[in-house]
């Protein structure tokens, strides 16, 4: 298919916002947000880097693509409303392999009623597609990294660890584990916490990272934006049953150092914690806590550990992408 035939086959018929004023067909796309602030990210996913063809099917290279773009919407306590795709795509690719891509686009675009509203489409070496995300956030709510305040409780959102469980089951095509199934799925079609980030509107302060990295890189980001130190508590890590059959040292790799998650980590004043509590109820959102936050002079942008009653530092050592 052509370039121009295959823009046609992806263009929405209707929109999902009354907001998204023009979509695919002109130079740029408009849509118009009074009242709010704009956000917006962009992400990329890169064969051989992101995924594989052991990894993922192309319906989940979309699914998982725009996930982690909202998922970074979430993050900053903001309701994402559109999206655009720039998409490299080597000529040997079929032309049913890049619906299924779009395919996926849609599903969980459909699920979190965002519009698709342009993007680009390049012949290449490698297949690469970049997400820009655009959302709003009421102003004075978005929940920025630097907002921790000494005193805070550190939470979680779900379980940890699972994504990078699958993955590793993936590559070593080892399907035959209880579970497998689930954990594979967390980490080909992850769930962002919108639902749960935009219904604690009505708490003041929290401040919200999303993992993407791990723990271990996620919690020395907020540590280190809010100039203050981490105390985390291993054994409060929220675990899957599913985890729960690997060695202790495993699944302590997968949920501080594995990443790819697309849970939230925050911390809230422990006064608004029971609020928390109540919104994830409403939310259908699993939340503990793992540790606190403190003043620390010195130790500020640390994140330390504890295991055995003593605690030690926590390096940042997710994923790093290299130039
Ligand atoms: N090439 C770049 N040019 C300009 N800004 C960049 C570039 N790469 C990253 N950034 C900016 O750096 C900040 C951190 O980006 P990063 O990608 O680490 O966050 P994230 O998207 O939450 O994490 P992840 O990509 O691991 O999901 C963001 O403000 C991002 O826009
Ligand atoms: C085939 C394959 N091999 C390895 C990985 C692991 N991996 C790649 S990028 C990343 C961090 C997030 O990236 P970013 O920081 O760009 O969001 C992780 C954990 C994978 N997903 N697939
Ligand atoms: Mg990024
Ligand atoms: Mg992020
Ligand atoms: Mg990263």
Not at 162 to 188: F, K, M, P, T, V
């Amino acid at each position: 298919m052509n370039e121009f035939d295959f823009i046609r086959s992806i263009k929405q018929s209707t929109y999902r916002n009354s907001t998204t004023i023009k979509g695919i067909g002109d130079d740029a796309a408009i849509f118009r947000q009074p009242y709010q602030d704009i956000v917006t990210a962009v992400d990329t996913f890169v064969d051989g880097i992101h995924f594989s063809n052991k990894t993922m099917k192309p319906f989940h290279v979309g699914y998982r693509a725009l996930a982690a773009n909202i998922s970074d919407m979430a993050a900053m306590g903001a309701d994402p409303i559109s999206y655009l795709v720039s998409i490299v795509v080597p000529s040997h690719y079929s032309d049913q392999g890049l619906a299924e891509i779009y395919r996926g686009l849609d599903v969980i675009a459909k699920e979190y009623q965002l519009d698709l509203i342009g993007g680009d489409t390049v012949t290449g070496e490698q297949l690469v597609l970049s997400v820009t995300i655009n959302g709003a956030v009421m102003r004075d709510k978005v929940r920025y990294r630097h907002l921790m305040e000494p005193g805070d409780v550190i939470f979680v959102t779900g379980t940890i660890g699972d994504s990078s469980a699958g993955l590793e089951l993936l590559l070593n095509e080892q399907s035959d584990l209880n579970g497998a199934e689930y954990l594979i799925n967390r980490h080909r079609m992850p769930t962002p916490r919108v639902k749960f980030a935009k219904a604690l509107a009505s708490i003041d302060r929290i401040a919200l990272n999303d993992i993407s990295d791990g723990i271990a890189s996620e919690a020395n980001e907020l540590a280190q934006a809010s100039n203050l130190a981490i105390y985390l508590e291993e054994r409060d890590l929220p675990i899957s049953n599913a985890l729960k059959q690997f060695t202790r040292n495993q699944q302590l790799k997968y949920i501080l150092n594995g990443g790819e998650d697309f849970e939230l980590i925050g911390s809230v004043s422990p006064c608004n914690w029971q609020k928390v509590k109540q919104i994830a109820k409403q939310t259908e959102t699993p939340v503990v806590i793992i540790g606190k936050v403190r003043e620390e002079g010195k130790n500020n942008g640390t994140v330390f550990i504890k295991n055995n009653n003593d605690y030690n530092k926590l390096r940042p050592s997710g994923y790093v992408h290299k130039n």
